[in-house]
Structure formats: C-alpha cells, structure tokens
C-alpha cells in the first residue's frame, strides 16, 4: 500500500510527519465608522477645552500680575497729581527748611520727568509695598531734592504696577532728569549706570545710598526685567545751581 497523510488531522503520518492547515488570526470585530467618528470629535473637543482653560488661567494670572497692578497705579498717580502739580514751585528752598511737616508713606512729593524715556510720573514718600505700588518712591533716609547737600534716593518698580523703570537701562551719561517740587524744579545730569547685588553694595565697598557731599540722586530698580537677582543704579549730578 501508499503511505497515506491525514491532511489537519493533527495524526502522526506514516512518513512521521504532522500536517496542520493555518488557521486565520483572530481579531476583534472592526468599529463601525460612525463610532469612531464619534470618539475622534469627543477627543478633539476635550483637548480644544484644555487649551482654552490653560489660556484662561494664563490670562487670569497676567491679570492680577499686570492688569490689576496697573489700575491701582492710574489711579493713584492721577490723585497724587491732582493734588501736587498745583503746589509745584510756590515755595523756596529756604521755606523747605523752616517747613516742620513730615512726609508719610505714599504722599506725593516730586514730580520726576525723564526725557530720554518719556518718562512724567509723580514720586511719593517710602518704598514700602503699599507705596511703590503708587509710583517711584524717595528712600526715607536720603535727602530731598530741595536740599542743596546730600543724595536723593529713588526706587521704582521695572515690570508691574505701572513699570515706572521699564526702561531704565536706556539711560546714558549726559541725559537730563528733573524733579519738580512745591519747594522748586531741580536738573540732574547722569553720570553713570551700574549692577549690583540686591545688598546694594558697590565694587568700592561703599552702599549705593551712601549719603555725598554735594546734591547728587540715584534711581534704583530689579534687573534684569522680571527677576530680582541685581539691583539697575543710575547715579546722577544736579546741574545749574
């Protein structure tokens, strides 16, 4: 007899072999189109969603940030205004001396004008929280633009409330900053610029708002621009007495 095979019957031949037929690999039942037509517009609608709520808080956040700051300083620097630009140069150095009020924290007392940045905004009295969110504001130990001695110090925010010294970088030696008072209008000339450290110590060892012997000013700010990590000086001479 022919040895015979026993085709996918899984026996042992008589050639010693086993044959077996493939079989189709099992897979799960396709999903109809429009299901997943379906699923595919859920996914969509939920990422637009994430993107719209991220823009939302990211918009929320630069809100309180910039937008809510900036309200707070137009109103004050409108007040503050108001209030001081009437009085401005009806009043002598001299009177000044003999002038026995005391200036609070966020009082107006100098209105200081930048040309090279287009700068006009009222000072007030402190760099307390409260007062720089009002405008630049006079170091409380330094001397006032009026007296014919010592430095005048100021500091200003770079980047919120209003960002006074947003552009304080730009200023060059030559470049003319006025004060206008009640007690007088005063011209200074820059000298210099300068980084330092948050200390506010200088690379002679001297602090920045170390008191001079003649009428000097510096402005003080963060640098660079969204970071507290250096302190931008500008120092400058009065001109013209």
């Given at each position: 007899?022919?040895?015979?095979?026993?085709?996918?019957?899984?026996?042992?031949c008589?050639?010693?072999?086993?044959?077996?037929?493939?079989r189709?690999?099992?897979?799960?039942?396709?999903?109809?189109?429009g299901?997943?037509?379906?699923?595919?517009?859920i996914?969509?609608?939920?990422?637009?969603?994430?993107?719209?709520?991220?823009?939302?808080?990211?918009?929320?956040?630069?809100w309180?940030?910039?937008?809510?700051?900036?309200?707070?300083?137009?109103?004050?620097?409108?007040?503050?205004?108001?209030r001081?630009?009437?009085?401005?140069g009806?009043?002598?150095?001299?009177?000044?001396?003999?002038?026995?009020r005391?200036?609070?924290?966020?009082q107006?007392?100098?209105?200081?004008?930048?040309?090279?940045?287009?700068?006009?905004?009222?000072?007030v009295?402190?760099?307390?929280?409260?007062?720089?969110?009002?405008?630049p504001?006079?170091?409380?130990?330094?001397?006032?633009?009026?007296?014919?001695?010592g430095?005048?110090?100021?500091?200003?925010?770079?980047?919120t409330?209003?960002?006074?010294?947003?552009?304080?970088?730009?200023?060059?030696?030559?470049?003319?900053?006025?004060?206008?008072?009640?007690y007088?209008?005063?011209?200074?000339?820059?000298?210099?610029?300068?980084?330092?450290?948050?200390?506010?110590?200088?690379?002679?060892?001297?602090?920045?708002?170390?008191q001079?012997?003649?009428?000097?000013?510096?402005?003080?700010?963060?640098?660079?621009?969204?970071?507290?990590?250096?302190?931008?000086?500008?120092f400058?001479?009065?001109?013209?007495?």
């Amino acid at each position: 007899m022919r040895p015979s095979t026993v085709a996918g019957s899984g026996r042992p031949c008589q050639t010693g072999g086993v044959r077996t037929e493939a079989r189709p690999a099992e897979t799960a039942a396709p999903r109809p189109p429009g299901r997943r037509r379906t699923v595919r517009r859920i996914l969509r609608a939920l990422g637009v969603l994430c993107i719209l709520g991220a823009l939302a808080i990211s918009a929320g956040l630069a809100w309180q940030l910039w937008g809510t700051g900036l309200v707070v300083t137009r109103r004050a620097q409108a007040d503050l205004r108001a209030r001081l630009e009437p009085r401005i140069g009806t009043r002598t150095p001299a009177e000044a001396g003999r002038d026995r009020r005391v200036h609070v924290p966020g009082q107006g007392i100098a209105i200081l004008r930048i040309p090279r940045i287009d700068l006009d905004v009222v000072v007030v009295e402190g760099t307390d929280a409260a007062s720089l969110a009002k405008g630049p504001g006079h170091y409380p130990d330094t001397a006032y633009p009026w007296q014919d001695h010592g430095r005048v110090g100021i500091a200003g925010h770079r980047t919120t409330y209003g960002a006074p010294f947003w552009s304080l970088d730009r200023l060059r030696p030559g470049d003319r900053i006025v004060l206008a008072t009640e007690y007088g209008t005063f011209t200074y000339r820059v000298v210099r610029t300068a980084i330092t450290p948050p200390s506010g110590i200088l690379p002679n060892g001297r602090f920045v708002l170390d008191q001079t012997r003649d009428p000097t000013l510096v402005l003080t700010t963060c640098n660079p621009r969204f970071s507290a990590a250096q302190r931008l000086i500008v120092f400058a001479e009065r001109v013209g007495d």
